[in-house]
């Protein structure tokens, strides 16, 4: 048996009796090492931890990307890879990542969170982790079976350069820039929906009333939920996300989008009086409305 045939044994052995419980599953992305350009040496992997409780935990030097698989007490079939923040240099990898999977659980969901590669290796925003959530949505629909999910249910949520990872993953899902691997890619990755909260990198700083030409919705694209602050600015900006809808609305695609009078970036998962702080209830509302709540487990 191959490498990759055992990793691959080992884990799905695990998962069939770990799946159901309180801690999540991990599993490497790529089995024989992720695809890094010649050269290229990052330091070991460092957390950070927050330094007064206005801080984030974080995460940097991530070289071996991975999802951990959050399963809830009764899922309902639907699954979400979760992209935590950080300017491709760090993961916000708590308020935006482990407190996010468990809202989603909280919903029936099953979150997934993707654990990318940082800091950029790329002049190009976003290279290495494309292919990181390329991998990963074709190993969740590889595994949808064994895992108890519906793989034409399948979405994608990010949180600023996680969201410019979500967009970019969901107009992009299938332009590789690594060698495939049938095992664990899949000839289709596009994601069933999209949820990007505060994207980043989709306008300039310079012209934030415009978007990249890289950012190209078309008739394939998936359904998608926006969440904003209007006081957001910069490579950040609210107008990000207006664009995008707009996008969308003249192709006459599902869309929804919610920009809140105030909340700055990365307010993520924090509690607060703020009304952006409610963001998970529009969200969770607007995934019932799609149906995507509505319990649809493959049968065994």
Known sequence: MSSLGKSLFLFLTCSSLSLQGADPVTLKLWAEGAPEKQGVVIEPEKRIDPKGPNDVLRLTNVSEPTLSVYRPETPNGTSVLVCPGGGYGILAIEHEGTRVCEWLNSLGVTAILLKYRVPVRNKVPGFEPLQDAQRALGLVRHHAAEWGLDPHRVGILGFSAGGHLAVMASLYPNERSYRTDPASDVEDATPDFLIPIYPAYLVSAENPYTLLSTVKVTPKSPPVCLVHAHDDKGATSSSASVLLYL?????????????????????????????????????????????????????K
């Open 247 to 299: 996008e969308y609305k003249k192709l006459a695609l599902p869309a929804e989008l919610h920009v809140y009078h105030t909340g700055g970036h990365g307010f993520g998962m924090r509690p607060g009086s703020n009304p952006v702080a409610g963001w998970p209830n529009r969200v969770g509302e607007w995934m019932k409305a799609m149906g995507l709540l509505e319990s649809r487990v493959p049968a």
